[in-house]
C-alpha cells in the first residue's frame, strides 16, 4: 500500500496535512476558522459521508480522499452551483492523469462509463460578508472486493484505466490543484464561465433522465444543459423543468 505523504502532495498557496484515519475529512475542516486553504488528505474515514447523508466506502489503503477548505468572498447565498465547479474540475484532473473515460453524472457524481468512480461533498457556512467552502472528494484507486455487489451498482476504480497505477499522492495533489484553481476562478467570475463546460463533460449530455427528487416524486425527461445557479434543467412533455435537488436514477439515449 502507497503511504500519503504531506510533503509529496504539491498545492501551492494551500497548507497540506495527510492523517492515517479520522471520521470525516470535511467534518474536521468545518470544525476550523479556514483563514487560509487547507488541504487535509486521510488514509482511512470511518464516517465518511456521500450527499444527503450516504456513506462513502473506502477502506484504507483503497482511496483517495481529501477535503479542501478555504476562505470564498462569495456570500454562501450565491454558492449554489459550487458543486458543479468541483466536479467539472475533478473530471479535468482525472482526464489529465489518464482516465479519458471520466464523466460527470448531474450533480457531482464521477463516473467511468455506467460505473461510479467517486464523489464530491461541498459544505459552506457563512463567514462575515464572505463563506467558506469545504469540498471533499472521495476517488476509488483500488478496487475494494465486493462492494459493487454490496451497493447493487456499478463501481469503477483508477486502477481499472491507468498504467501504471499513479500513487494516491499523485492522485490527490493533481484532484486538488485543479479544484483549488476552479474555485478561485468561481471566486472572481462566478458561476457563468463554467456552464459550457458542462456539457462537454456530462455523461448524460441529451439523454433522457429519470430524477428522483428530493420530495420522493419522480420526473421524466430530456436533458438540457444548466440553469444559471447549476440546476439541471428537464425538457419533459409540459414544458422546461429546473431541478435543484434530487438524483439521476437511470439514462438511456433520447
Request: charged share 25%; aromatic share 4%; proline share 4%.
Amino acid at each position: 500500500m502507497d503511504r500519503l505523504n504531506a510533503g509529496a502532495i504539491r498545492v501551492p498557496g494551500a497548507d497540506v496535512r495527510v492523517v492515517g484515519r479520522c471520521a470525516s475529512t470535511n467534518s474536521v475542516l468545518l470544525g476550523e476558522r479556514l483563514d487560509r486553504p487547507v488541504l487535509l488528505a486521510a488514509d482511512e474515514q470511518t464516517g465518511g459521508r456521500g450527499r444527503r447523508g450516504r456513506r462513502w466506502h473506502s477502506p484504507a489503503g483503497c482511496g483517495a480522499l481529501f477535503s479542501l477548505g478555504l476562505p470564498l468572498e462569495r456570500p454562501a447565498r450565491e454558492l449554489g452551483g459550487l458543486s458543479i465547479v468541483a466536479g467539472l474540475a475533478a473530471v479535468r484532473a482525472l482526464r489529465a492523469l489518464g482516465a479519458a473515460g471520466a464523466a460527470l453524472k448531474w450533480p457531482n457524481d464521477l463516473m467511468l462509463g455506467d460505473a461510479k468512480l467517486g464523489g464530491i461533498l461541498v459544505e459552506t457556512r457563512a463567514r462575515g460578508a464572505g463563506s467558506a467552502a469545504v469540498v471533499g472528494i472521495g476517488v476509488n484507486h483500488r478496487k475494494v472486493p465486493g462492494l459493487a455487489a454490496r451497493l447493487r451498482r456499478g463501481v469503477a476504480a483508477l486502477e481499472d484505466q491507468l498504467r501504471p497505477l499513479p500513487e494516491r499522492n499523485a492522485v490527490i495533489g493533481a484532484l486538488a490543484r485543479e479544484l483549488f484553481a476552479a474555485l478561485r476562478a468561481f471566486d472572481a467570475e462566478g458561476f457563468g464561465r463554467f456552464r459550457d463546460d458542462w456539457e462537454a463533460l456530462h455523461a448524460h449530455a441529451g439523454q433522457r433522465l429519470r430524477v428522483r427528487l428530493a420530495d420522493g416524486r419522480r420526473l421524466a425527461g430530456i436533458a438540457a444543459g444548466l440553469a444559471d445557479d447549476g440546476a439541471l434543467q428537464l425538457r419533459t412533455r409540459h414544458g422546461l423543468r429546473i431541478v435543484r435537488s434530487g438524483s439521476v436514477t437511470r439514462a438511456r439515449p433520447a
